[in-house]
């Protein structure tokens, strides 16, 4: 084999390895910024109305990130999104004062959600509920 022959060979070796090694560095990356495919986490979720009791919170995950489902001190049942939107934290239950408090930045939101005080711009996301047969149905 003469030597242009030699480094043609190792050319195409060297390439071909460096073709692999972006690959693997780059699948993680891809697979970590591209969306989840399906629908995922968009279905009903369905709690025992006895499980839960006036004044509490119940945390659960929907839709691939954090929510949570009150009963209200009426009796009223409301599931929002348990995400700040400030910076996405995630919020939580003060059962004393009834009503959410972000850890990052002392942001507050009411029981429905509407921004009290603090830095969010918005409320929090409310997710619809339905109450039957002694069986809440959230979504």
Known sequence: MDSEGRRKFLGVCLAGTAAAAAVAAGYPVFRYLAPRSGATGLQKLVISAADLHEGEAKFFEYGGSSAVLIKTKGGEMVALSAVCTHLGCIVQWVKEQQHFLCPCHGGQFAIDGTVLAGPPPKPLARIP?????G?????
């Open 129 to 133: 509920v339905t109450v039957t047969g």
């Open 135 to 139: 069986n809440i149905t959230i979504g």
